[in-house]
């Protein structure tokens, strides 16, 4: 008796593990009833940038009927160090078959895990590596945001114009002040693509550029803000994570663009357009090709663009855009999605007062910070072409550094 007990206990005890154990795909996915994913932030969702991804993420995961908690996790605050390894492989731990982390520091973290976790898929959000690593589990993502940016800039432009014709700015003072992160070629495309598209529309438009040295701050965001106002920077954007420098708009009355997402609510009165990446579309890609197991359809470098819906405008603002700015940016979108809007056309901007023909770009980043691709053709900067991630780096005419 003793002993069928314990035979049928044992026939229990296998079919038990056997159900709750995950069962790895052959490629890396998992089975579709198992599958778990994981998100791992910067800071929370008080940064926007955060915000941005945390909002796309659990939309997307939403959708594929997972639960948070339960087969979706998101973590948050994991500092560009060890910490991220940590966290990805806590993920893992938890079952999760497919983790994504969303700032340019956690790379090598993510690198490390995916080499110890080669049954997992890890992607990486504005990374540059993939494609010279060469690892089946490891993915970089981004997308054309600088064609929303242009777009953004068109806005400003427009703002600007307005301005200018109101009489409350001379045409010759038509300075925009930007707040940047770090002077990282992400950030760099970022800012020169939104004033290409403000000077498209408004010719004497400058730009004045202050880096805070941090994603972050928004003591920081904000008094490089106030600055850049101080020195009569007459419309302010950036490419930083906090309400710093809007809010310095709304205090000074100045108009803004601001980045990922919109910030009506905390500047009524200031408040023109925010791009933005949605990352929601990648998010499900990856879901559905790890579901299908498939996770070889999750591609080495994915650029999301505004055929994918991965590069979006928020709604204007109801007070501060120029009149006539939907119907305009309709228009440049459209030239922009048939290829005769051009954001990088080098027509359009002069280097030390010269028009580029060649540019060596430093696509394969291998740390020596040496350019080895040829990104110039066609009369046309090639952007996110052979990289998700931006790799323009130019300081153009027109746009100043400022300590």
Sequence with gaps: MRRLFAVVLAAVMIFTLAACTKVPANNGGSETAALKVGLICLHDENSTYDKNFIDGFRAACEK?????????????NIPEGAECKEAALDLADKGCTLIFADSFGHEPYMIEAAKEMPDVQFCHATGTKAHTEGLKNFHNAFASIYQGRYLAGVAAGLKLNEMIEAGDVKAADAKIGYVGAFPYAEVKSGYTSFFLGARSVCESATMEVIFTNSWYDETLEKEAAQKLIGDKCVLISQHADSYGAPTACEDANVPNVSYNGSTEAQCPNTFIVSSRIDWEPYYTLCINALKANKAE?????????????????TDLGAKAPAKGTADKLAEVKAGLLDGSIKVFATANFTVDGKTLDSYQADVDDMGDYVGETEVIKDGAFLESEYRSAPYFDLDIDGITIKE
């Design 64 to 76: 594929a009927g997972l639960k948070e908690g339960e087969s979706f996790f998101i973590t948050t």
């Design 297 to 313: 359809d999750i591609p080495t470098d994915y650029v999301g663009t505004i055929e994918t819906g991965s590069v979006v405008l």
